[in-house]
Each structure stands twice: as structure tokens, then as C-alpha cells.
T-cell receptor, first 111, second 114 residues
């Protein structure tokens, strides 16, 4: 089985940097996703990490440490539109590949 | 527009009724999914189809029956609706069954059973 843990809520100021952590326990690991979900909308794909290290994509970066069962999503130069829920999801090795989603971290960006 | 489109967006119905939610993707993806997002915001997989074949059927009451007439469509039929079925149902697709290039989600169907 899989167990995913991420903070329920975070607040940050416009223009700042915020790091959203995700820890996971899984019997087999294939990759880790981050999705963004605005209230009342569909989740949208942000990143997929398979190997250890940091992957940067514009203002968003995602880090993975497989040995520690740990990932974070780093958001730079925060904007008001970044207020959303950020979902961490882990895909198991082999079999279905269907990711298990965490409950999401609600990020509130203040002016 | 290339997308995953699902209808209806909102569905309010009485307990005991039967209802269907339709989903279509024009992205040319091989794999489609139904997810349920409850009031606590957990996204849980219900079903997955790859090229019209069922590959995942999680522990879901058999009142829920998916149907995939072709790889671009995955519909969800629910019999004898119960109060606990109230949730947002998301259809999604991915290029292949690994999902490694990410899922594209539909805009969701908010089902309310009264």
C-alpha cells in the first residue's frame, strides 16, 4: 500500500517563495506527480519526478529523494493566482501504475 | 479545442435514481480513468480503461458500471444512487497506461444526491 502525507494548509505572501513538502511510504515506487487544483476546477499536471534531484520548470520546481521518501514543490515569485490546492501523488512500480493522491495542500497567497 | 470533456457539470438527483455521466477525450490518448473526489478532497481511482479494455476496477460498489464504446469515450453509469455517492467525479486521460506524461482531467461532475 501507499501512504502520502502533506501539510493541510500553508499561507505565503505575494512575491515570496514557498516550499510544499510531501512524504510518502510505498512498497514500490515508479514516480511522483504534483498537480495544481484551483477551487471548483480540475487538477492540472505540474511535474513528474522519477529520479532524485531537482527539476525546474519556470517558477515551479520539484525535488525528489527516493531514499528518504520525500519530495517538495517549490514555488517562486508567488502570485495571487497561485492560491490553489497542490496534490502530491505517487505511482507504484509495475502493475497498474495508478497513482495514489495525497489530500492536497491548500496554499493561500496574501497580497 | 483539444480536451477531456464530461457532461453534465452538475447533477442533482434523488436517492434511488439511476444516472449517467459521459466523458470524451479528443487527445488521442490510450488510457482513460474515473476518479471520485469526496468532501475531504481525496482523489480516489475508481476505474481505468486502456484501449477500451478495463484494467483497473477498484473497490467500488457494483452499482457503478463504466462503459467504453471506443478509446475516446468512457461513460459512468450509477444505479440506485445513495446519499454517500454525493461527490465530484472526474474523468481523466493519459497518453499511455503509465501516466508518466501526466493526466488531463475533465472539469468534473458535481453529483448531489438528495
Amino acid at each position: 500500500g501507499q501512504n502520502i502525507d502533506q501539510p493541510t494548509e500553508m499561507t505565503a505572501t505575494e512575491g515570496a517563495i514557498v516550499q510544499i513538502n510531501c512524504t510518502y511510504q510505498t512498497s514500490g515506487f515508479n514516480g511522483l506527480f504534483w498537480y495544481q487544483q484551483h477551487a471548483g476546477e480540475a487538477p492540472t499536471f505540474l511535474s513528474y519526478n522519477v529520479l532524485d534531484g531537482l527539476e525546474e520548470k519556470g517558477r515551479f520546481s520539484s525535488f525528489l529523494s527516493r531514499s528518504k521518501g520525500y519530495s517538495y514543490l517549490l514555488l517562486k515569485e508567488l502570485q495571487m493566482k497561485d492560491s490553489a490546492s497542490y496534490l502530491c501523488a505517487v505511482s507504484p512500480r509495475g502493475g497498474s501504475y495508478i497513482p495514489t493522491f495525497g489530500r492536497g495542500t491548500s496554499l493561500i497567497v496574501h497580497p | 479545442d483539444t480536451a477531456v470533456s464530461q457532461t453534465p457539470k452538475y447533477l442533482v438527483t434523488q436517492m434511488g435514481n439511476d444516472k449517467s455521466i459521459k466523458c470524451e477525450q479528443n487527445l488521442g490518448h490510450d488510457t482513460m480513468y474515473w476518479y471520485k473526489q469526496d468532501s475531504k478532497k481525496f482523489l480516489k481511482i475508481m476505474f481505468s480503461y486502456n484501449n477500451k479494455e478495463l484494467i483497473i476496477n477498484e473497490t467500488v460498489p457494483n452499482r457503478f458500471s463504466p462503459k467504453s464504446p471506443d478509446k475516446a469515450h468512457l461513460n459512468l453509469h450509477i444505479n440506485s444512487l445513495e446519499l454517500g455517492d454525493s461527490a465530484v467525479y472526474f474523468c481523466a486521460s493519459s497518453p499511455d497506461r503509465t501516466g508518466s506524461r501526466g493526466y488531463t482531467f475533465g472539469s468534473g461532475t458535481r453529483l448531489t444526491v438528495v
